[in-house]
Every structure is written in C-alpha cells, then in structure tokens.
C-alpha cells in the first residue's frame, strides 16, 4: 500500500506555469526505491500517462504531447516527486496524478486548468 499527495495545481492562463509535487509514502520501503510516474485525467476521457522517471533520475520520460513544455524531476531527501509545467496549453487541463510504477493505487489528484 503506498499513499500518494498530490498538490500544486490552480488556475492559470494558457502560456503559464505551475510545478506540481507528490509525496508518496508506503510501510517498508523508501521513497527513493520507487520508479514513478505522473498521470491525468481530463473530464469525460481516460487517464492518461504524462510522464514517468526512475528511481536514481537517470532514466526521464514524456509523453509526445508535453515534451517540450514539462520536465519531470525528484528530491529524494524530500521523499517529492515533480512535474514542472511550462507553456501551458488548454488541453493540458486535467486531473494529475502520480503513482509508485508497479503498486498502483491513486490519491486525490490536483487540479490543473488552463483557460483564458
């Protein structure tokens, strides 16, 4: 079981940035033994995969819709696990997400909308 804390969305207008965290916690294993990987959802679709990196950083990926924009990044000695946003598109409204690759599960999630 591992719980997951997501935070850091809002509202901001096309063209802006935000940096979301997540603070994933689970008995018996430390944070910087989980590969990770950040989600979203918009509304009426399904949840889609936007990014993901290992546990040491060295292996970073994006989905083909944010490269560019997003960069995935981790503190390990904050137990945090970042998505930063730049460039901000309406379309990249949504739900995030992160999750332990491997356990599953999901937490609340943080609302990102982008609109003008």
């Known amino acids: 079981q591992v719980y997951y804390v997501e935070s850091g969305g809002g509202f901001v207008q096309p063209g802006g940035s935000l940096r979301l965290s997540c603070v994933a916690s689970?008995?018996?294993?430390?944070?910087?033994?989980?590969?990770m990987r950040w989600y979203r959802q918009a509304p009426g679709k399904e949840r889609e995969f936007v990014a993901e990196?290992?546990?040491?950083?060295?292996?970073?990926k994006l989905a083909d819709s944010v490269k560019g924009r997003f960069t995935v990044s981790r503190d390990n000695n904050k137990s945090t696990l970042f998505l930063h946003m730049n460039n901000l598109k309406p379309e990249d409204t949504g739900k995030y997400y992160c999750?332990?690759?491997?356990?599953?599960?999901w937490g609340q999630g943080t609302q990102v909308t982008v609109s003008s």
């Open positions: 999750q332990v690759i491997g356990v599953g599960g």
């Open positions: 689970g008995p018996g294993r430390r944070f910087d033994s989980y590969d």
């Open positions: 990196i290992t546990r040491d950083s060295g292996i970073k």
